[in-house]
């Protein structure tokens, strides 16, 4: 039996429709990629939609905290690579941490300590929620306790952590309470 050739032209037309409609999980996408990330988050302002505001970083807490504490000095910044801790960007773990210093802290009152040690004047870590950066500084507190050689200051606001050197008085550490409660 012989099928005419329009009955096959459209049998060919139908599978190829169908075939566009598929789920696309095989096809390529031939768009050029943007190498600005996408917001995926919106918030609207008067029936305007507007980005959300980007997430907080360790840099940005650091900035706006030294903006009222002028003796505090950034000295690092942790990455993947240089974390002792090995906590960043593990789950429940600080996403973006800095060390600083501070210049109420004589370098040779601290001995012994590694380069960015709290010691020297603090760090700040950011996780992804309060719970987490709560949970980070209950674990110091509680490794700390019985060791007055490894205590220091914690203040948790959201999902900020801030640690501050035991070489700073309780006079002196109170301007960094003040602050840290402003950036969570």
Do not use: H, W
């Amino acid at each position: 039996m012989r099928v005419p050739a329009l009955s096959v032209a459209t049998l060919v037309i139908a599978l190829g429709a169908l075939t566009a409609c598929g789920s696309g999980s095989d096809q390529k996408n031939t768009e050029p990629k943007s190498s600005k990330p996408e917001s995926t988050a919106t918030a609207t302002v008067d029936g305007l939609a507007k980005p959300a505001a980007k997430p907080l970083t360790a840099g940005d807490a650091f900035t706006q905290l030294s903006a009222k504490i002028s003796t505090a000095r950034l000295s690092g910044v942790v990455t993947e690579d240089n974390d002792p801790n090995n906590l960043l960007g593990r789950p429940n773990q600080y996403t973006s941490k800095i060390t600083f210093t501070d210049s109420r802290i004589k370098a040779g009152d601290v001995t012994g300590a590694d380069p960015g040690s709290v010691e020297f004047g603090g760090a700040i870590e950011v996780f992804t929620t309060a719970a987490d950066a709560q949970a980070r500084a209950d674990y110091i507190q509680k490794v700390t306790k019985g060791m007055p050689m490894l205590v220091e200051y914690d203040y948790v606001s959201g999902p900020v952590l801030l640690r501050v050197s035991r070489y700073l008085t309780p006079t002196q550490v109170a301007d960094y309470k003040t602050g840290v409660a402003s950036l969570g």
